[in-house]
């Protein structure tokens, strides 16, 4: 076959592409999370993935594995190869690990690629509804009326639950004691069941829970109201206006992600999270929705590193 110059300067085009941007197609993009299914990141990855999916071309699959706060999965991310087919989304506790455990076996900054900063979502203290206590306030007065008596759960030690309801602590001047759980869900299981007396969670996980009457929401962890809950005061409503905490979730990739892979997910997550399903979806997960740039998140993280360390150190977690 004689090669044209039309056909030559098509050949040379595809021999200089990136081999991954066709060998893709037909892969399935897998998201490890390092939290339980029915978690607040969980949820709202499972709202966005069939459109992160379409605006990828590929099908999103996502992989829960949870453990030890999260340094479960994100450990399985870090060993991943850098092609694009493994990525994760995280949140808060992803930059806590270095200030709460002896040990981390990756760097949660230089052993990642920060990709996008997605947005945040409001906390909510919730208790069980046997607990004698209708408001914050009361709740409050409970605690300080019988100290040690009333404990708490959260998703591991070390989380972003785990350490905004040692906030809590810090700023109601009350003490309860700490159970931890292997993830999100079996630590609602047990508030629901009254093995444990009240606890923090991310407003989309658990709001399903308080509409039923599982579970009685005392404030959201702000100092404005969630247009999700509008029923449920803030912090600042409820009368701890030095009460306020929030998550943020972003999606990473492994270390050393090649530029072109991750403006190409940058890209599938800004289509995805301004489609119509996704934004009425977040909206009523009551998330809020300011996609960062690479760079940005890259600062993020940074930042978020340092300011958590303060935060441990103010509310004496003992590192474990």
């Not at 930042?303 to 004496?316: F, I, M, N, P, Q």
Request: hydrophobic share 45%.
């Amino acid at each position: 076959m004689t090669m044209t110059r039309r056909t030559f300067h098509h050949a040379s085009l595809l021999a200089l592409a990136s081999p991954s941007a066709f060998a893709q197609s037909d892969k399935p993009v897998k998201f490890i999370l390092p939290v339980s299914a029915g978690s607040g990141v969980d949820g709202i990855l499972r709202a966005a993935s069939v459109q992160i999916g379409k605006a990828l071309g590929q099908t999103v699959v996502v992989d829960n594995q949870p453990g030890a706060g999260g340094v479960v999965g994100t450990a399985a991310l870090v060993k991943s190869a850098p092609d694009g087919l493994t990525l994760s989304m995280v949140s808060n506790n992803h930059v806590i690990y270095p200030s709460v455990l002896k040990s981390v076996p990756f760097d949660p900054v230089a052993d990642i690629t920060p990709i996008a900063v997605i947005g945040a979502t409001p906390m909510v203290l919730v208790v069980n509804p046997k607990v004698a206590a209708k408001n914050l306030q009361e709740f409050i007065a409970l605690l300080k009326a019988n100290p040690g008596k009333y404990n708490y759960a959260s998703s591991g030690n070390g989380t972003i639950l785990h350490l905004a309801a040692e906030l809590f602590k810090e700023a109601s001047g009350t003490f309860s004691t700490h159970i931890p759980y292997r993830g999100f869900s079996p630590m609602v299981q047990d508030i629901v069941g009254g093995q444990v007396d009240w606890g923090v969670g991310a407003l989309p996980a658990v709001l399903g829970q308080v509409k039923s009457g599982n579970l009685r929401a005392l404030c959201i962890a702000s100092a404005a109201r969630s247009a999700a809950a509008p029923d449920i005061p803030s912090s600042a409503e409820a009368g701890l206006p030095r009460y306020g905490v929030e998550g943020w979730f972003a999606v990473v990739g492994p270390k050393g992600l090649p530029a072109e892979q991750v403006k190409r997910v940058h890209a599938a997550l800004v289509t995805a999270f301004n489609t119509p399903e996704v934004k009425e979806a977040m909206f009523k997960q009551g998330n809020t929705i300011n996609i960062s740039s690479p760079e940005g998140a890259q600062k993020h993280f940074r930042d978020e590193l340092t300011r958590y360390a303060a935060v441990v150190k103010r509310s004496g977690v003992v590192p474990q």
